[in-house]
């Protein structure tokens, strides 16, 4: 018997990247292949939240994609699916702050990702 449940995960994010995905403009989240994201698939929920507050969002995976670094995965992806609101060099600039290069090392991951839900929501907070 297959367990057809998906499986929800939860990832803090910044407000300027919430607000994309809240209002359907960002398809592509960019994350390094940490362990714990080694085994996102297709199907699976992304609940994001702004970290310290109770404003989530959530998203179905539709596709994850490994990339050996950020370059490649804008050039692959394209910088508007990333973030329709800054150019290619802002966004890799952004990027590589977030995430230095020992972390960029571990592989880049392009989780493509389609609203679930019409704008962020407020949950209480869990202690």
Same mark, same amino acid.
Do not use: W
């Given at each position: 018997?297959?367990? @057809?449940?998906?499986?929800? *995960? /939860?990832?803090?994010?910044? *407000?300027?990247?919430?607000?994309?995905?809240? $209002?359907? $403009?960002? @398809?592509? /989240?960019?994350?390094?292949?940490?362990?714990?994201? $080694?085994?996102?698939?297709?199907? &699976?929920?992304? #609940?994001? #939240?702004?970290?310290?507050? &109770?404003e989530?969002? /959530?998203?179905?995976?539709? *596709?994850? @994609? +490994?990339?050996?670094?950020?370059?490649?995965?804008?050039? !692959?992806? !394209?910088?508007?699916?990333?973030?329709?609101?800054?150019p #290619?060099?802002?966004?890799?600039?952004? =990027?590589?702050? =977030?995430?230095p290069? +020992?972390? /960029?090392?571990? !592989?880049?991951?392009?989780?493509? =990702? %389609?609203?679930?839900?019409?704008?962020? #929501?407020? %949950?209480?907070?869990? &202690?």
């Amino acid at each position: 018997m297959t367990d @057809t449940t998906a499986r929800v *995960r /939860e990832l803090n994010l910044y *407000r300027q990247y919430f607000d994309l995905i809240a $209002a359907g $403009a960002k @398809t592509i /989240e960019v994350r390094v292949k940490y362990p714990h994201l $080694a085994d996102l698939t297709a199907g &699976d929920v992304i #609940r994001f #939240r702004i970290k310290g507050t &109770d404003e989530t969002c /959530e998203v179905k995976v539709k *596709r994850v @994609t +490994e990339y050996p670094n950020f370059e490649s995965l804008l050039d !692959g992806e !394209g910088p508007a699916n990333v973030n329709p609101a800054a150019p #290619r060099d802002q966004q890799l600039a952004n =990027i590589q702050t =977030i995430y230095p290069p +020992e972390k /960029e090392a571990l !592989g880049a991951l392009a989780i493509q =990702i %389609e609203l679930l839900d019409h704008g962020p #929501r407020h %949950e209480p907070l869990r &202690d």
